[in-house]
């Protein structure tokens, strides 16, 4: 898409069924989409589900799935053999594409459109041969509008006959920044305990009908696909409790408001940071809760918070999770001014130091009263821009081969030297490595 056609689709500026005949019209994953109605006198290409309702929220759906009319599966696969590498999935039901326009992407094409769906928002199809859009149940266009969910039937129902549809309204709230249908919201905040109900299997042991790790996968990516609305939601329809029951409510609250000032872009701007990673999400949430950093350890081991793998938007490091919760009161007691340059640069010097700052900012401004580790976050944050202009220059002297050569014995007194070597290098008093040799037989003397 160019800039200003983004811009204007962004931007909701356009009637519905404009906006997804410019989206076919201009991603390259659909430029068979014309061919395809060319092979045959009654060929139509359908849009329906999440990926028009993405469209018509104004976000650019990451993965497509679309539906065919009117063409024979033989006639589909010549045509998409023009555009990329085609395979064939479940019979010849469902096919998909990786186009050659948009190399690391597929498309998902199916002969069967008719698919029943749980949400107004998902009802709507658009039929690209006529550039119609549908809207089946005569609510999804104005829910689509007015930005809200809405079950369609009988959302008690609904969610009870598939307790994992309440999550995924959830998930899908946060993601679009939508908001409820009255009837569906209240219906949603009572069948959630439905989420924590047990059977028992052929053996008689018992068994969450939801798995945690379920569960604890929908909480996640809740909170990741927005921050701020996503813990609102977490905390006002109850899933936050349901999952640490022995949590505080107010907690939450101050949970809700220090996550706004978490993402918010001077936050970001401020801290060096373009996005927020789960581990720092996740311990911004539990930050008010009493011995948080024991809460947010269960949380994360009972749910299987850290299933996902490494490089995966949402992998949490349990590790970062519980230094970030550890470390978030430290300046109540240290003043960042009195710290050696090397231990300053080993906590705060890294991206998980400079998320460490993000949450110590968040949480302090969201407590309100004047503090003295307030001011301190300020002092932090001068003394790291002023670290970022010393280290491009100041690459590390010696390292412990150095000392050895030297006849220091490994040990302690290793770090002790180099923590010493390397004060002395960030504040100026040595930059050669002949500097750092001679300050070294020094402190050797000195023993």
Request: glycine content about 6%.
């Amino acid at each position: 898409m160019s800039e200003d056609l983004l811009l204007r689709y962004a931007a909701n500026s356009m009637p519905l069924g404009e906006r997804a005949r410019l989206f076919v019209a201009n991603d390259p994953r659909l430029q068979w989409v014309d061919d395809a109605i060319d092979a045959s006198d009654d060929a139509d290409v359908v849009l329906s589900g999440p990926t028009l309702r993405s469209i018509l929220l104004g976000s650019l759906p990451k993965h497509l799935a679309v539906s065919v009319d009117g063409v024979t599966p033989k006639q589909l696969r010549h045509v998409l053999a023009e555009h990329g590498d085609v395979h064939t999935e479940g019979g010849v039901d469902v096919v998909t594409l990786q186009p050659t326009a948009a190399p690391g992407t597929t498309v998902t094409i199916t002969h069967a459109p008719h698919e029943r769906h749980d949400f107004t928002v998902d009802s709507l199809r658009y039929r690209t041969a006529d550039n119609a859009l549908e809207d089946p149940l005569g609510t999804g266009v104005r829910d689509i509008h007015d930005r809200r969910i809405r079950v369609v039937g009988y959302p008690l129902r609904t969610f009870a006959d598939n307790p994992l549809t309440t999550l995924r309204a959830l998930k899908l709230a946060a993601e679009h920044q939508l908001s409820f249908a009255d009837e569906t919201w209240h219906a949603l905040v009572r069948s959630l305990p439905r989420l924590n109900s047990i059977t028992r299997d052929e053996n008689g042991t018992p068994r969450f009908t939801v798995p945690r790790q379920v569960l604890g996968a929908s909480l996640l990516e809740t909170l990741l696909a927005c921050p701020r609305y996503g813990s609102a939601l977490s905390h006002a329809s109850g899933l936050a409790k349901l999952i640490a029951p022995h949590s505080n409510d107010h907690g939450w609250k101050r949970a809700v408001d220090a996550m706004h000032l978490l993402v918010h872009k001077d936050t970001l701007r401020g801290h060096g940071i373009a996005k927020h990673d789960a581990a720092t999400v996740l311990a911004t949430f539990f930050a008010f809760q009493p011995d948080a950093a024991h809460i947010a350890k269960e949380i994360v081991r009972d749910y299987h918070l850290h299933q996902f793998p490494d490089g995966h938007a949402a992998h949490v490091d349990v590790g970062d999770v519980d230094w970030l919760l550890g470390n978030v009161r430290m300046f109540d007691d240290v003043d960042p001014a009195s710290m050696q340059p090397s231990a300053f640069e080993k906590i705060f010097g890294g991206k998980r130091g400079r998320s460490l700052l993000a949450l110590m900012h968040s949480v302090f401004l969201t407590h309100g009263e004047h503090h003295v580790a307030r001011e301190r976050v300020h002092v932090a944050r001068r003394l790291l821009e002023d670290l970022d202009t010393r280290r491009p220059n100041a690459p590390k002297l010696l390292r412990g081969r150095d000392l050895a050569t030297l006849g220091v014995p490994p040990g302690p007194l290793y770090r002790t030297l180099l923590s010493k070597i390397r004060d002395a290098q960030l504040t100026g008093s040595v930059s050669t490595t002949e500097d750092a040799m001679h300050l070294v037989r020094l402190e050797i003397a000195r023993m």
